[in-house]
């Protein structure tokens, strides 16, 4: 974490008519990394699932892994409804959906490997292909477009120093063009990774991409 | 499975009026069969009788009164006192713009295209669709993607209908298809590289794509649909029966593709008896009869053949007579071979040689359809006629009393391609009946060519004991004549003058008088769907 | 929303703890009143719960405004054996302009659990499934510590408040598609499917999610329930009009002074809402339009929103649609064909892709509008797009591609000079 309070951007906590610290806007469970296990059987579908570590060897799934897998079935009635949960697993361990990935998922719940494969591509947010530790989703949707948001991209494109869509050399961002994230009212908005950078300007970009490289180097990314 | 709209006899019917015609129809008929039943035609791409309706292509919708929007008439069901409009301004306004969206970005690539002639979207453009196109953008472009075994796809060509998804899912119930990513970018596809290779039953898919985005390899840039001659038939390669069609052109079958029968096959076929067409088209055919053993052969006109033969089998009178038939030649032939047999003297042997599989490979979606271990088509006809099968399961041995015979000797449709040249030398009289010559034929008196049920009418029964009838789709080579014409004017000869049947269809009323199995039956009777025998000779239906 | 600014015009029903972290806790939830509604809804029994619901008018929240306690009711009375009901918890928030549902999720968790707990009871359901953005990772995550706390309480599992009544809670997420939004494409979605729409009928009601009895809400209405059943019904209907009872969040983005959700009255003044709750549009600059429900109804001109009434009829009275109140306030500079083209990217990317008219129209009109934008359109272009749209009308299985009709048409009736312009500016350049 930063020592300065972080003014916006990151979240709309300083507007004059709230106090708020970045925990109190964002709760505190994405920052302390979801619990392996799942916690409660009612949540372990729920865990976030876009993070920063990522091995693409790990394995499917084993040990605590292999316990929320085992809580998530137990919540629905099929198991073919748990299949985004387990590619939401499957993409917390190894980063992204490879083939191989698709296909031991579809054998884990006896679903066709065709069938995860058609499953898996019509939601953008699995990864068919490896993305950096941090994944950038710069909203550039209606509201946030009104506000600038396409000059938000530019800046994040220059100062991650890669191509729309494409992953910085260092392996360190891939930048991509999201569609509406839901928090119109604090354009511009970014996800990256599990969390929400709201009310991003041109000229916070500079900021949060330090930050995100100081988390890296302290082992605090998320 | 949907039903087809059949309905078990005194189902309860509803009454409604189509473009301002009443029509009746059983309970839980959707409109677009309706429409059907009542002559009009709708257009449709992702209904397909044998799979489930998504309603996704939007294609087939009408104007139902009452109703706030279009209805897609392939899932909305047919109700007492409905109004529908099939040619409303509405309904023909948004069939035309449905047309216009797909063909923002299908390819005109209509002149090497296969499926060019009996595509439903140029024929549903032709009979609906906008004068001139108005798209300005460029179209998109996937490219082609070998699906492996005999499926090629087209991406550009195709129209998402999901027809070949839902049978692979419903039928093969082997989902090896889906639609990968989503709208404008999606495409069907395969797990990446892994394919169809494998999928026994997965050419259905190529029959039942509306367009050419899916098509057969085999078929490819083989011959334009219009230049192809159709004539319905049975498929050759098991004991199914499948319902079939030929496609033939310059007397070649070019490809077969299944024709639907509700009891036998629904609308499909194996890719194994798909792919087996190229045996109707093999050359070296017998096409002239000829008499004589050996080096004294000389070739003999029908008249002349049949005179001598005639002549030698009333000198064989009370031999001992051994038959060898073939589960390939029609039911007509085989009983009127056996008839001349019993005939002529004390038949011994009456049996037939064909090939086994090690196992059926059933279709899990219409399990009664199942690529069967009989590897022919007429296993079950000539085992009711009284043949009994010999030899092993690659449809060799067996013949050894047969071939040291020294009475009378028949030979119909076996080509003896595992027998020695000495078969048939002690016979008194061999005739050999075939499409092809052979090297075990030397000895034979006669030789005789005769068609294969290809190029001739006829019958064969299937392994629910069902008699089904196919037609002539290939014109016979040189004089070579069916079997049943041959033999039967031999028996009506033998019999004393008796009328010998002159068609197809009076040589199986006279089979239907002959054998109590077949009694009953009439050939118009069996229409293009085939009925079954009277009596049940191996008592096993469609299991 | 009362969050990140408040207003005295609001009416902070159920955002008052907006901002507030100690209202997550489940401490801090129950001394602001929390889960006094589910405890009066066991005690007066299901059918007067549904009742409740009906008497205060609610509408749902998710944008089609359909009676929350009629819906309820159409619920088979009785459970079939092997015919479970359930509820799901629409939480999928993904209609441009609209940010309600995450600010409810993540200040008020405990709010949306009673809900649930509320709306699963009325329908008689034992399991209820919260169907969130896979987005909203953080908001979850609050979400989740908050549904852990209830089990644990046992407020939710196998009996609720000691009142022998089974309701399970699971939270589901999803994985990046704008149609889960759609309630049948949530149930495919929810099932593990590709979250194409299905066709109706068969109705939820009939058959759901897994084929069972089905009811879904979306997470404001459902967080609107505690406070009814707590206050009853006629006490919702002091606010709003008669035929929207109560109040809603209003979500305002685009250009105004203080964006952000405002709880206030149905039927409030859409001008005093932009003018004065959101502090009017900064410097100075003249309002042009607004898009008064989300993306996907169609676009107001200024002149329209003047005496404009934000409720379900007096919006439809100006031509347009409430939807879920997503207000997209565009002041003078705003580019109307570069923003209409940005929507029609947006539908023609989560266009699911079944349906032939939206598979190609989103696409096609989408390549269209950014050829005019780039100034190499031509006069009957937008012609095309107008028929198009029609065509993609009413014409599907779900409303996505009606929902990219309504912005392009509306737009080129009331902001046609500015299509006109670029495609005359394309002209004279491509002539020189």
Known sequence: MSEAPFRNPGWAGNTGEFDLAEADVRGVVASDGPPADGGHPSVAPSLPYMLAAKDPAAPLFEGPHLERFEKIKSRYPTARAALLPALNLAQELRGFLSPETMDEVAALLGLSNAYVRGVATFYTMYNKRPVGRFLVQVCTNISCNLRGAEDVLAAFLAHAGTELGETSEDGTFTVVEAECLAACGFPTCVQINSRYFEDVGPADVPGIVDRLQGELQSGAAV | MPDNGRSPAGAATVTLTIDDREVTVPKGTSLLEAAALQGTALPHYCYHPGLSAPAQCRICLVEVEGAPKLQPSCVTMAQDGQVVKTDSPEALKMRKGVLEFYLVNHPLDCPICDMSGECKLQDYVFAEGREHGRGREPKRVFGRDDFGGDVLYYGDRCVMCTRCVRFMDEVARDSRLTVVERGSRAVIDTFFDEGLEGASFAGNVVDICPVGALVSKDFLHKARAWDLDSTPSVCPGCSQGCNIELHTRDNLVQRLKPRENAEVNGHWMCDFGRANYEGLNRGGRLEAPAAGRGAKRRPAGWDEALGQLFARLQAAAGADVKIVGSAEWSCEGLAALAAVGAETGEVSARVFRSRCAADEDRLPGFPALARRRDLAPNVDGARTLGFSRVGGEDAAGGLEEVAAHDGVLFVLGDDLADQEAAFGEAASLFVYMGAHGSEAAANADFVLPVTTFAEQEGTFVNVQQRVQRFWPGLRAPGEARPAWLVLGALLAALRGGEAAPASAAAAFSWLAGERAAFAGLSYEGLGAEGAPLAAPAGGNGAA | ?432
């Not at chain 3, 495919?188 to 058959?207: D, T, V």
């Open chain 3, 1 to 432: 929303m009362a969050y990140p600014y408040r207003h005295d015009r609001e009416v902070r029903v159920m955002s008052e703890a907006f901002g507030d972290p100690a209202a997550r806790t489940l401490e801090g939830w129950k001394a602001r009143g929390g889960y006094q509604g589910i405890a009066r809804a066991l005690e007066i029994g299901r059918a007067a719960t549904v009742d409740e619901v009906k008497a205060s008018g609610l509408r749902g929240r998710g944008g089609a405004g359909f009676p929350t306690g009629v819906k309820w009711s159409f619920m088979p009375r009785e459970q079939n054996p092997g015919r479970p009901h359930y509820l799901l918890c629409n939480a999928d928030e993904s209609e441009p302009g609209t940010f309600k549902d995450r600010e409810i999720i993540r200040w008020t968790p405990h709010q949306l659990v009673e809900g649930c707990l509320i709306g699963a009871y009325a329908i008689g359901a034992a399991h209820c499934y919260i169907y969130l953005r896979g987005e909203f990772f953080e908001a979850t995550g609050v979400l989740a510590q908050a549904l852990e706390e209830a089990y644990a309480a046992g407020l939710a599992g196998p009996d609720v408040l000691g009142s022998g009544v089974q309701i399970d809670l699971t939270l589901h997420v999803g994985a990046g598609a704008y149609i889960c939004g759609e309630e049948t494409g949530l149930m495919n979605s929810l099932e593990g499917r590709r979250g194409e729409p299905r066709i109706k009928p068969p109705f939820p009601a009939a058959a759901g999610a897994f084929g069972m009895p089905t009811t879904i809400n979306n997470v404001e209405t459902l967080a609107a329930v505690p406070g009814i059943l707590r206050h009853g019904g006629e006490w919702y209907r002091q606010w709003g009009t008669e035929k929207s009872p109560g109040t809603k969040l209003f979500c305002v983005s685009g250009h105004v002074s203080r964006p952000g959700n405002y709880e206030l009255p149905l039927g409030f003044p859409m001008m005093d809402l932009i003018e004065d709750v959101c502090g009017g549009i900064p410097g100075g600059k003249a309002l042009k339009a607004v898009i008064p429900g989300g993306s996907s109804v169609p676009i107001m001109s200024a002149d329209e929103c003047e005496s404009c009434e934000l409720c379900y009829e007096g919006v439809a009275a100006a031509g347009s649609m409430l939807g879920c109140a997503s207000v997209i306030v565009m002041d003078e500079t705003a580019d109307i064909v570069k923003q209409v083209r940005r929507m029609a990217d947006f539908y023609a990317h989560e266009s699911c892709g079944q349906c032939t008219p939206c598979r190609e129209g989103t696409a096609w009109a989408s390549r269209i509008l950014r050829r005019i934008e780039e100034g190499r359109g031509k006069p009957d272009d937008l012609d095309t797009l107008l028929q198009i749209s029609d065509q993609m009308t009413g014409t599907t299985i779900c409303v996505l591609s009606d929902s990219l009709a309504a912005p392009i048409v509306s737009a080129i009736e009331k902001f046609r000079d500015e299509f006109l312009a670029l495609i005359r500016r394309g002209e004279r350049v491509g002539a020189a």
